[in-house]
Antibody
Framework: QVQLVQSGAEVKKPGSSVKVSCRAS????????ISWVRQAPGQGLEWMGG????????NYAQRFQGRVTITADESTSTAYMELSSLRSDDTAVYYC???????????????WGQGTLVTVSS | EIVLTQSPGTLSLSPGERATLSCRAS???????LAWYQQKPGQAPRLLIY???SRATGIPDRFSGSGSGTDFTLTITRLEPEDFAVYYC?????????FGQGTKVGIK
């Protein structure tokens, strides 16, 4: 059974950056895409981008382009999402999730991390 | 990007009743790559349905998905107490992947 374990909650100042990690166990990490999805308080889900670890080339949602960096380290089965130039409206729970499609972007999100709350406040 | 519109926003039903949730896409969803998720407060979403109509592993058969193109439906035939939650549709056929705004199924 695939498990995704994320790093802990963060409190950041406006204008700073945050890096959230997502460590996978129990499955084949390298060959399935990992997506990042965020959820602002009381709001819906928003896809930010994803990466297939074995290829290493990320795919970003345009609205986050230039502010988000998604990477993956195959040696530790860990994916990372870094968001820069933080604003108060970036306050949200950030989830990593596995896309269930072998070696291709575009699959249902079949396994999810527990979520990481990022609070942006001065 | 493909906009997904879910309706209704809120559904108030009693245990044992049937729930019908709609998801309409602004353009055709490629290969019917449409999924449904259930989310309870304080929890991550859980995959219910993928490919518009295939149940994910371990999902009870009271959950079913249907539809194609731009119109999709999630049906819960007999609501159990644990089914009261928020449900999201999600298209993963055309980048950027997008989600509907959610339908809350509440207890009447």
């Amino acid at each position: 059974q695939v498990q995704l374990v994320q790093s802990g909650a963060e409190v950041k100042k406006p204008g700073s950056s945050v890096k959230v990690s997502c460590r996978a166990s129990g499955g084949t990490f390298s060959n399935y895409p990992i997506s990042w999805v965020r959820q602002a308080p009381g709001q819906g889900l928003e896809w930010m981008g994803g990466i297939i670890p074995i290829f290493g080339t990320p795919n970003y949602a345009q609205r986050f382009q230039g502010r988000v960096t998604i990477t993956a380290d195959e040696s530790t089965s860990t994916a990372y999402m870094e968001l820069s130039s933080l604003r108060s409206d970036d306050t949200a729970v950030y989830y990593c999730a596995r896309e269930g499609r072998w070696l291709n972007l575009g699959g249902p999100l079949d396994f999810w991390g527990q979520g990481t709350l990022v609070t942006v406040s001065s | 990007e493909i906009v997904l519109t879910q309706s209704p926003g809120t559904l108030s039903l009693s245990p044992g009743e049937r729930a019908t949730l709609s998801c309409r896409a602004s353009q055709s969803v490629s290969s019917n790559y449409l999924a449904w998720y259930q989310q309870k407060p304080g929890q991550a979403p859980r995959l219910l349905i993928y490919g518009a109509s295939s149940r994910a592993t371990g999902i009870p058969d009271r959950f079913s998905g249907s539809g194609s193109g731009t119109d999709f439906t999630l049906t819960i035939t007999r609501l159990e107490p644990e089914d009261f939650a928020v449900y999201y549709c999600h298209q993963y056929g055309t980048s950027p992947w997008t989600f509907g705004q959610g339908t809350k199924v509440g207890i009447k």
